[in-house]
């Protein structure tokens, strides 16, 4: 049974950088296409940044675009998510997320991942 575990979220101010981790564990995901999404207090889970299993494409949402660089290992089953130029709007728990394919992620959305993590807190402070 395959686990994504995040890590590297804390409290960071205006400007700062970040790099958040998932490792996973239990099996290998490199044929999984892997993403980040996000949920504010208060608000729905959204899309952050995806990759396919190769690496060969990513994809942003207009909100980080340019700010955030996803990348992954698959030798050390591990995704990274780097976080430039913070901003207070980028409050919220980072979840990691294994889809089969870029295809499931995107056209089933929430429902299609085949893996969760538990999430990751990033607070941003002004």
Do not use: H
């Amino acid at each position: 049974q395959g686990q994504l575990v995040e890590s590297g979220g804390r409290l960071a101010q205006a400007g700062d950088s970040l790099t958040l981790v998932c490792a996973g564990s239990g099996r290998t995901f490199s044929t999984y296409a892997m993403g980040w999404f996000r949920q504010a207090p208060g608000k729905e889970r959204v899309f952050v940044a995806a990759m396919r299993w190769s690496g060969s494409t990513t994809y942003y949402s207009d909100s980080v675009k340019g700010r955030f660089t996803i990348s992954r290992d698959n030798a050390k089953n591990t995704v990274y998510l780097q976080m430039n130029s913070l901003k207070p709007e980028d409050t919220a728990v980072y979840y990691c997320a294994a889809a089969n394919s870029i295809a499931t992620m995107f056209k089933t959305g929430l429902d299609g991942m085949d893996y969760w993590g538990k999430g990751t807190l990033v607070t941003v402070s002004t």
